[in-house]
């Protein structure tokens, strides 16, 4: 972890440096753009939940406002007349069958319907959300109850009522010709899970808790899932002592006082609240820091693989410019631009190694022949004028043959002891005939030469000893002298814009395997120093003078000899005169 740090914050290149940049700045705008998202998703999570707090207010207001028209609608139901008073009295004072007696009378004399409990039974499956009716006077002992359980109601026995934590709203019952003595009292109890509905399961996820409340500071009603018994006990005693503000603290507060006197109370938990806003907060932040994450691991990967690609195109121009000019980046290992720039290298590598090998290589090569010839030189003109001596003795004899190998051994020594560094094609050929005709001398009748030579190719210019060594190889290597039937030719034409010079012979050849490996040797572009003359020698020296445009190909065959086809560009001539100059 170490190490891959180090490498993260390395300043050796710019473009790493540019990564820390662009990282440094990919943090600090994913830090805004979080701290903006989270601080968005609380206002608007706090806006949701107070427009959540003021519908739950509207509608504990309008419950309040609805029910209470029930109630009266219950009340008038037994005050809406002196004889619908009287007959709820009476079915509290009498028994059943003196009351079901007296209504009937009531109905035969009025034609009113006064029935007590068909009245009640009406009322419960009108309002269905009536959980109770309860008729107390202050003149009986009984209390008339009606429920689901019992639609036509009944009597029981005793004053006390127990209404504690019930919703239910109560009117006082007076006889229609005397309102302002009140003689009783109607409570209606109404079911409380109707009273916030469908909206109660929002509150209860926003963390909304609601409350109704008598003018007496009693509570009616309370929608509040998420609070303790002792939380809920805190806020009675807080609006039972009309101190409501002090559950500012850990509520946000809407208190509301309904036409009837009731009070509803909405309180917005500012834990909950705040709960959400960090949890979600910290979610939007875990995601952040895993997108940046990855971010950041992207753009470390890609600045890496750009990096490796500027050190491998670095390494190499500092390979250069050390002296080392045969160096090559692998293209396929670096992208676009920098794929431009590796290939321009490689180019200009190319060209300079083409350069060396013009001018560099072409002159050590000739300089190295020209040394290897004059190691034979003991005394030069001693040496000349020593064969011409024997040369003319040999005349004077009549040994005119000896006299012409005496002149040969002469032509070729001589030829080898000049320092030119070109010859024309002629030149080359006449050397080479000389160098034969010595050998068919000592072998008579055993060596046939042939030379077909264009005459517009006389004057070609050639390196030094180019054909000689060809020759010399079938002599050395390829002759066998059991035979009578050795042939070696030599043959230059033009042909398609090319010259073409063909040696070729009937020696002992090669096997495939030693002609690809000659073929390869030829291949490698290096410089190498040599003992002899050979092949290679001669194939670097005419790459040196030709260029592109010069190519050599070596074919043999076992026991059919070899086969050595040299191409020349038709512009070779001008160039060869040229350093022939």
Same mark, same amino acid.
């Given at each position: ?178 309102? *302002?003595?009140? %003689?009783?009292?109607? $409570?209606? &109890?109404? @079911?409380?899970? /109707? #009273? ?47 101190? *409501?503000?002090? %559950?500012?603290?850990? $509520?946000? &507060?809407? @208190?509301?006082? /309904? #036409? ?322």
């Amino acid at each position: 972890m170490r190490k891959r740090r180090v490498n993260f914050f390395k300043h050796d290149f710019l473009i790493n440096q540019l990564m820390q940049l662009y990282s440094f700045l990919l943090i600090i705008l994913s830090i805004v753009i979080m701290l903006a998202l989270s601080a968005y998703t609380g206002l608007e999570r706090f806006h949701t939940s107070n427009r959540l707090a003021e519908n739950s207010s509207m509608q504990l207001d309008t419950y309040v406002k609805e029910r209470n028209t029930v109630v009266s609608t219950v009340l008038g139901e037994f005050t809406n007349s002196d004889t619908a008073f009287e007959s709820l009295r009476n079915y509290l004072q009498l028994s059943l069958p003196e009351y079901f007696s007296y209504s009937n009378e009531i109905f035969r004399q009025t034609g009113q319907s006064v029935y007590l409990p068909n009245i009640l039974y009406r009322l419960l499956r009108e309002h269905s959300d009536i959980e109770e009716i309860i008729i107390q006077l202050d003149e009986s002992d009984d209390l008339l109850v009606a429920s689901p359980r019992a639609p036509y109601g009944e009597k029981q026995r005793g004053t006390k009522l127990d209404l504690k934590n019930r919703l239910y709203f109560a009117r006082p019952i007076s006889q229609p010709s005397n309102y *302002a003595q009140p %003689l009783g009292q109607v $409570y209606v &109890v109404f @079911q409380a899970d /109707t #009273v916030m509905a469908n909206q109660a399961a929002d509150n209860e996820v926003h963390g909304i808790d609601s409350f109704l409340y008598s003018t007496n500071g009693q509570r009616l009603f309370q929608s509040a899932t998420g609070l303790s018994s002792s939380e809920v006990q805190m806020i009675d005693t807080a609006m039972a002592g009309e101190n *409501a503000h002090l %559950l500012q603290k850990d $509520y946000y &507060v809407q @208190q509301q006082t /309904t #036409v009837s006197g009731e009070i509803s109370l909405v309180l917005l938990s500012k834990k909950v609240i705040w709960q959400e806003i960090i949890q979600k907060s910290l979610f939007i932040f875990a995601i952040g820091a895993a997108i940046i994450g990855l971010l950041l691991w992207v753009l470390q990967r890609t600045f890496k693989r750009y990096t490796s690609q500027v050190k491998t195109i670095v390494a190499a121009t500092t390979a250069v410019s050390q002296g080392n000019f045969k160096i090559q980046i692998d293209t396929d290992q670096v992208q676009q631009e920098l794929k431009e720039i590796a290939e321009a290298i490689n180019q200009m590598t190319v060209s300079i190694n083409d350069y060396i090998e013009d001018i560099y290589t072409l002159e050590i090569k000739q300089r190295d022949a020209d040394m290897r010839a004059l190691q034979a030189q003991i005394n030069p003109h001693f040496l000349y004028n020593t064969l011409e001596y024997i040369r003319m003795y040999a005349l004077s004899r009549n040994q005119e043959e000896l006299a012409d190998v005496v002149y040969a051994f002469s032509a070729l020594l001589r030829n080898n002891t000049t320092q030119e560094k070109v010859k024309t094609l002629a030149e080359e050929v006449a050397f080479c005939e000389k160098y034969v005709y010595l050998y068919q001398m000592r072998y008579p009748d055993k060596i046939a030469y042939h030379v077909t030579v264009d005459p517009e190719l006389s004057q070609l210019y050639l390196p030094k000893f180019t054909l000689q060594p060809l020759v010399e190889n079938y002599f050395v290597h390829g002759i066998d002298y059991q035979r009578n039937d050795n042939a070696i030719s030599i043959k230059a034409y033009k042909k398609d814009a090319q010259i073409v010079i063909q040696i070729k012979d009937n020696g002992k050849g090669a096997t495939k395997e030693q002609v690809m490996a000659i073929n390869e040797t030829l291949q490698i572009a290096e410089i190498e120093k040599q003992t002899s003359i050979g092949i290679k020698n001669v194939h670097e020296r005419l790459r040196g003078m030709f260029g592109n445009g010069y190519r050599i190909e070596i074919t043999a065959q076992k026991d059919a000899g070899f086969i050595i086809m040299i191409y020349l560009p038709e512009a070779g001539i001008k160039k060869g005169m040229t350093h022939g100059v």
